[in-house]
């Protein structure tokens, strides 16, 4: 009971260091699992299995891989087609792009689609006459659900077939998630069709005061820019952090949850998801354009200079023979024919990162900028405190609490309350980390019920992807909060009801698709 105690205290600071952004979320999870070792309650090598898990690594190859597809070029396009011509409405415009992005972010991490598409619809919408407000909320929460339909739509998902893997089960297919995710995904469109026009505010106008020095240098222009987790100056004022020695650009206003600060800046704090408004020139978008210091560069034109078209359908063709090539290896008579070989999304992921930096899809010397560490770090760690979970009896007291509870109500109540803690950890916190502490959860409630688990690790893919109540847990939150100028209650209007629609859903489907019995 001791050990229970100790990491029940642990995870409670954990939650709270989180919640308050004490420090980054890897640092965070790195921190409690060392606090784990020497505790005894993990042994050193529990520690570093997550480092080395397939799905961690994965999700690092998936990263360069995104950005092979972002430096090429080939997005842009594919957004610019599906746009209507000329004048449209709220309905047609959605109705053409939500479709086509939940399928692209299927496929691609959820932030460089966001990145690339968000400044263009903006642009878009402004020519259009319909406020930019309507879609981009809508674009981030297609790039989640979408991202629940493989396994490579989303890291969460990589995350909980790695811990699958670990557990000794078989893990997640390619495509085996379609058949929840995309019922989701269809239902989840058909919603903000429904809600769209009604719920999400109209226009909030930038503030764009006559600016003297763009008038007497007609070089310098506005520029968006959205603070990612390496900028420097996070936590700091702007008097104490010099922006222009820094980057040449001079900060004019500062988006922060649906408000913008304009005036005098010096005493404004600058935090990790804000927009900043800069006056710069040509050479800013050139120097950090491709720099993990921001999450999003708009100046109000391409993000990235027009790609040979050759390149733009190398790299699909890559991207393609990827997927194909990680579905195909998943069927019995391949495994056959290759026993020597796992033919799975490790290994076509590993083989098409190799190729793209050979061919020079992204900068090869500087691969290591386009991973974000954080993120793996923070996966690895969590594997860690999953298994501080399961050693310490604190995994199976909780599952033995809530079965208690719902004893007599059956399994389906018991999804739900698994539901609702693995979706309250991921609106507060991150995705992964909801992921790590529920998956231990969800493998005790199934070995004390005697059923299989499969529902159960389903719907924590489900549950810790479903963040659409706030702008918090997820990236691509952050990003259209700022460059759309949305509050904290916007998400909380259009995602709360969503959230609830999405886990209704789940758990009726789930058990039908994955039954309970063993």
């Known amino acids: 009971m001791t050990q229970i105690i100790i990491v029940l205290l642990a995870l409670a600071w954990m939650l709270y260091a989180l919640v308050r952004d004490r420090m980054r979320p890897g640092m965070i999870l790195f921190s409690v699992a060392v606090f784990f070792l020497c505790c005894g309650i993990i042994s050193p090598r529990e520690l570093l299995e997550g ?26 396009p594919i957004i610019r087609r599906i746009l209507p011509a000329g004048k449209s409405t709220v309905l047609r415009a959605q109705s053409r792009m939500l479709p086509v992005i ?71 297919g390619m495509f085996e998630l379609t058949w929840v995710g995309l019922p989701l995904t269809v239902v989840g469109i058909l919603y903000l069709f429904l809600v769209s026009k009604r719920l999400l505010p109209d226009e909030r106008q930038d503030l764009e005061p006559a600016d003297e020095e763009a008038e007497q240098d007609e070089s310098l222009h506005r520029v968006e820019v959205v603070i990612g987790a390496r900028f420097p ?8 952090f010099d922006f222009r020695r820094h980057y040449g650009a001079d900060v004019r206003e500062v988006k922060r949850g649906g408000q913008v600060i304009s005036g005098d800046l010096s005493d404004v704090r600058l935090f990790e998801g804000d927009t900043v408004v800069v006056m710069a020139d040509d050479s ?39 997927i194909a090539g990680a579905t195909i290896g998943e069927l ?48 690895a760690c969590a594997f860690a405190i999953s298994k501080a979970m399961t050693n310490s009896g604190m995994a199976d007291w909780i599952a033995d609490f809530i079965i208690g509870l719902c004893h007599s109500h059956g399994p389906y109540v018991l999804l739900a309350v698994l539901y609702i803690i693995t979706n309250v950890i991921t609106e ?3 995705n992964n980390a909801a992921a790590a502490l529920a998956f231990p959860l969800a493998l005790s409630i199934a070995n004390q019920l005697g059923v299989d688990p ?12 479903a963040c659409f109540s706030s702008p918090i847990g997820y990236q691509t939150n952050l990003i259209v909060q700022g460059i759309g100028n949305y509050r904290f209650t916007d998400f909380v209007r259009v995602g709360l009801p969503l959230n609830l629609l999405v886990a209704l859903v789940s758990i009726l489907l789930i058990p039908q698709i994955w039954p309970f019995e063993m």
């Open 102 to 172: 939940a399928f692209i972010s299927s496929f691609l991490n959820n932030t460089p689609v966001v990145v690339i598409f968000a400044p263009i619809i903006k642009r878009w919408a402004k020519s259009a006459g319909l406020p930019a407000t309507k879609f981009l909320i809508p674009l981030s929460y297609v790039t989640i659900l979408g991202g629940m339909c493989t396994l490579i739509g989303t890291s969460t998902n990589l995350v909980v077939h790695g811990m699958m893997i670990e557990a000794g089960y078989e893990g997640l």
């Open 454 to 465: 499969m529902p159960f690790f389903i719907l924590v893919c489900v549950a810790s992807s």
């Open 233 to 240: 100056g996070i936590n700091k004022r702007l008097r104490d």
């Open 332 to 379: 019995p008579w391949t495994r056959e024919a290759f026993p020597a070989v796992r033919l799975d999304m490790f290994f076509f992921a590993a083989v098409t990162v190799v190729v793209m930096a050979w061919t020079r899809c992204f900068p090869p010397r500087k691969y290591t900028k386009f991973i974000s560490w954080d993120i793996l770090i923070t996966i």
């Open 284 to 322: 800013f978008v050139k120097t950090w354009g491709e720099s993990s210091v921001f999450l999003m560069i708009a100046n109000g034109r391409d993000p990235l200079p027009k790609q040979d078209r050759k390149k733009r359908i190398f790299v699909l063709v890559l991207l393609v023979l990827m």
């Open 51 to 76: 480092f080395s898990n397939k799905g961690m690594i994965t999700v690092a190859l998936l990263f360069l891989v995104s950005e092979g597809v972002r430096q090429s070029g080939c997005l842009a």
């Open 428 to 430: 507060l916190i991150t």
